[in-house]
Nanobody
Framework: QVQLVESGGGLVQAGGSLRLSCAASGRTFSSNAMGWFRQAPGKEREFVAAINWSATSTSYAASVKGRFTISRDNTKNTVYLQMGSLKPEDTAVYYC????????????????????WGQGTQVTVSS
């Protein structure tokens, strides 16, 4: 059974940093793109960042570009999201996701393009 488990969320002051991790189990995802999304209360799930299977290409939402960095370690079947200069508007539940499609050349920002999802981890940024 495929599982994605996020960790690293918590409460942080504005300007602070957090590092989220997403560990995959049940199969290897070394040939699949992975992404991070977030959902704030009353809002739709939105794209944050994505990374291709070989970590040679990344994509970021405009709202986080320059502050967040996505990376992956295929030997550990894990993807990371390093978040810096956090703002109160970054408060949300953060989800990692991956695709069934292997060796994709396109990094999708649409939630519908991803097939497996984690349960989410809460990030709260206080002002």
């Amino acid at each position: 059974q495929v599982q994605l488990v996020e960790s690293g969320g918590g409460l942080v002051q504005a300007g602070g940093s957090l590092r989220l991790s997403c560990a995959a189990s049940g199969r290897t995802f070394s040939s699949n793109a992975m992404g991070w999304f977030r959902q704030a209360p009353g809002k739709e799930r939105e794209f944050v960042a994505a990374i291709n299977w070989s970590a040679t290409s990344t994509s970021y939402a405009a709202s986080v570009k320059g502050r967040f960095t996505i990376s992956r370690d295929n030997t550990k079947n894990t993807v990371y999201l390093q978040m810096g200069s956090l703002k109160p508007e970054d408060t949300a539940v953060y989800y990692c996701a991956t695709q069934l499609l292997r060796y994709s050349r396109v990094l999708s920002t649409a939630p519908t393009a991803y097939d497996y999802w984690g349960q989410g981890t809460q990030v709260t940024v206080s002002s």
